[in-house]
């Protein structure tokens, strides 16, 4: 998945996008430093543009166990 754009909803929360792209919610630091202008905001408002960028495969791997990786 290369980067993608994300128009949010209405007091949509950083960690249910991070849900939705990622499959699990504690990846949303990468959304927050992605989108440094928009980290003031716990609750985000309707039709904010928010990159999502892909994830890192070393990120990807790392709750794989060892003979997986």
């Known amino acids: 998945m290369a980067s993608v754009i994300y ?3 209405h ?5 249910q996008i991070a849900k939705k ?5 504690n ?4 959304l927050l430093e992605a989108n440094p ?5 716990e609750l ?3 039709n904010l543009k928010v990159v999502v960028p892909e994830k890192p495969q070393e990120i990807k791997t ?3 166990p ?3 990786r």
Do not use: C, V
Request: hydrophobic share 40%.
């Open 27 to 30: 990846f949303m630091h990468l």
């Open 44 to 46: 985000l408002p309707a």
């Open 66 to 68: 060892i003979w997986k």
């Open 21 to 25: 792209y990622y499959g699990d919610e």
């Open 11 to 15: 007091n949509e929360a950083w960690d």
């Open 62 to 64: 790392q709750k794989l």
């Open 37 to 41: 202008e928009l980290a003031r905001y």
């Open 7 to 9: 128009t949010t909803s």
